[in-house]
């Protein structure tokens, strides 16, 4: 059984920078595209950034120049350097698999809170 841990969440300024992190257990994480989602308070979960099992990478156009995914297959840890962090931003991150749907096995999320 696949199973996610997220960690690094916090709260910080406008501006401010974090990184998050997860890692992966149950599965062979290499093999796998894998993505960082966020959902905020009465929103849906949405997609924030995705990487494929080769290292390309996708960006939602909210945090693209501002955020950045990256993995490590050989530690089934991937993480989301998050800078020039805004308000907005503020949200439960989560990783998964991507794509990934309601029904699949979730970790409990990290998290983020940008405010003043």
């Known amino acids: 059984q696949v199973r996610f841990v997220e960690s690094g969440g916090g709260l910080v300024q406008p501006g401010g920078s974090l990184r998050l992190s997860c890692s992966a257990s149950?599965?062979?994480?290499?093999?796998?595209?894998m993505a960082w989602y966020c959902q905020a308070p009465g929103r849906q979960r949405e997609l924030v950034a995705s990487?494929?099992?080769?290292?390309?990478?996708n960006y939602a156009d909210s945090v693209k120049g501002r955020f950045t995914i990256s993995r490590d297959g050989t530690k089934n840890t991937m993480w989301l350097q998050m800078n020039s962090l805004k308000p907005e931003d503020t949200a439960v991150y989560y990783c998964n698999k991507f794509p990934a749907y309601d029904s699949d096995q979730w970790g409990q999320g990290t998290q983020v809170t940008v405010s003043s």
């Open positions: 149950g599965t062979i994480f290499s093999f796998y595209h």
């Open positions: 990487i494929t099992s080769g290292g390309s990478t």
